[in-house]
């Protein structure tokens, strides 16, 4: 089984407009780690954001979030006033023990972002 | 700025050849660097886990014989592909973690485009 699913390949938004893309992961370990990676054309991947599973609060940085159900084991990633600039390859990943603590990734969403 | 750093950017070169990809922590010491491989529009798949001062440890299916990791410092990995040919062909990166807890992000290189002709 998927430990992270991805389950939108390709996202549109209109610039400006708010985005979310969804990750849902599978853990049977209380205490984990969530990360949202950016991967551009260019290649380089780039940390976005993190949510521990302890953590009460959705993680915020700057115009991300990540919107975090406990329950429902998602941790989707909210885009808010989408730029051109944010075009580019999402991915979600989990830290856990099960996994020796390596990071896990889904297969990704590429957001693009229409003027 | 940069964190994790990863040499050469690009290569082509001939089958046959062997390349080797340099990934160094910039600022801070890392004990535990890892080396993944990415297919056109796929997801990153981890490799192999480089352990400094120790054998790496591979993922299952991955071949040490032809991908020599060696992390000699606490500051440098590199991941030698021995014998190119060209469904080696792939992009490359390299992160590296500040230490092992848990809500440390692993940060990356910006990854090596290796083209095998």
């Known amino acids: 089984a998927q430990k992270i699913t991805q389950t939108q390949p390709g996202m549109f938004v209109q610039e400006k407009e708010a985005v979310t893309l969804d990750c849902t992961y599978d853990t049977s370990d209380q205490s984990y780690g969530l990360f949202w990676y950016k991967q551009p054309s260019s290649g380089e991947m780039i940390f976005l954001i993190y949510?521990?599973?302890?953590?009460?609060q959705n993680a915020t940085e700057g115009r991300y979030s990540l919107n975090f159900q406990k329950a429902r084991k998602s941790a989707n990633l909210v885009i808010s006033a989408s730029q051109l600039g944010d075009s580019a390859m999402y991915f979600c990943a989990m830290r856990d023990r099960g996994s020796n603590y390596k990071l896990t990734f889904g297969k990704g969403t590429l957001l693009t972002v229409n003027p | 700025g940069a964190v994790v750093s990863q040499h050469p950017s690009r290569v082509i070169c001939k089958s046959g050849t062997s390349v080797k990809i340099e990934c160094r922590s910039l600022?801070?010491?890392?004990?535990?660097m890892f080396w993944y491989r990415q297919f056109p529009k796929q997801s990153l798949m981890l490799m192999a886990t480089s352990n400094e001062g120790s054998k790496a440890t591979y993922e299952q299916g991955v071949e040490k014989d032809k991908f020599l990791i060696n992390h000699a410092s606490l500051t440098l990995s590199t991941l030698t592909v021995t014998s190119a040919h060209p469904e080696d062909s792939s992009f490359y990166i390299c992160?590296?973690?500040?230490?092992?807890?848990?809500?440390?992000?692993?940060?990356f290189g910006d990854g090596t485009r290796l083209s095998i002709l």
């Open positions: 992160s590296a973690r500040r230490d092992a807890n848990s809500n440390q992000p692993q940060h």
């Open positions: 600022d801070f010491q890392a004990t535990t």
């Open positions: 949510q521990g599973s302890y953590d009460e």
